[in-house]
């Protein structure tokens, strides 16, 4: 036995290859089932905040996700930068803190500081979330930037760049009795036709949000993260209806100005195919034709630009969308 240990002991490892990861647990984000193993708890107590709520759903093979912790310096690092070549995608913010992924070995791993995952917004955002996330869209979904809402079943994409207004207009919908399934980005499994998935356990909200909803009033609110929101809130402690998945039966692209007439247009399934993808980014041949398969189907729906200058206009014309559809 100790000559074991001294062998052991005498391993040369600077790549850290066998470190060990004591804490692990398994995680079904969207229902795909994502093993995650780390060398600090508390890693693991944010994959529950983020992930603990979803049910298995999808008989795929496990992603794997490691999270390395050092020491570290006390402070936070920047918003990391992202590149990616054939199978690897890598992202960094300094030498104490980056993330590697791996498409064909459906693997990914980080290595952050203390410091970083201490700050359980940034942590989850850039370095958690981000890493399963995008472990997810490499493997077996295409996510569409929108947020999405149900009337009786009925899907409505909620489609626009960030600033457009789609978390607080699918609350702004939730609240008028619509089911909430995702308030940012809605995801389609490959092969899953116009049924999307989404993120129903939670919203994120801006820093202003308060002033359109006061119940939001004394919500936690984190430090901006590139422009994003930074209020969130758990769905269940709101009195609305939720749902993880619904079919996609209308796209409304939003259009929103502090001084606008408030419409709906009708454009066509050319113009809707280009909206579509004009904010998707470039990956590999084989992804890029799984993704152009989900726009094609997704494509199919009735699709409109909406433009409004307030949730309560704009939940009111998609109320009128639904209704159309169910007379048709």
Known sequence: MSGTNAVETGIHDPLLY???????????????PVDIATDMREVLDAAHQSFGAYAPVFDRPPLRVHVMVGPGNSGLPPAPVLRGQR????????????????????FGYSCVTRATVSDRVFFRWHFLDAL?????????????????????????????????????????????GWTYISDDSSSVVWDGGRTVIGEPHRFRFRAEAPDL???LRGRTVGRQLDSKPTI???????PIRTAAEC?????AFL???????????RIGKEETRKRLRQDMPVFDPELDARRTEVVESIAEAPAFILRYANCEEAARLLDQIVRAGEQA
């Open 132 to 176: 399963v996330y995008m472990l997810l869209e490499l493997n077996y979904i295409t996510s569409l930037h929108a947020a999405c809402v149900a009337w009786e079943g009925a899907g409505v994409l909620l489609y626009g760049e960030s600033g457009m207004g789609k978390s607080t207009l699918s609350y702004a919908c939730a609240r008028r």
């Open 255 to 265: 259009d929103r100005h502090p001084v606008i007439c408030a419409g709906l247009t």
């Open 18 to 32: 066998r470190a060990p990861l004591p804490y692990a647990g398994r995680y079904y984000p969207y229902g795909f």
């Open 87 to 106: 199978n690897l995608i890598v992202w960094v913010s300094d030498q104490e803190n980056f993330a590697v992924i791996d498409r064909r070995e459906r």
């Open 213 to 215: 909803f006061p119940e």
């Open 247 to 251: 079919r996609v039966e209308h796209i």
């Open 232 to 238: 969130e809130v758990l769905a269940a402690d709101l």
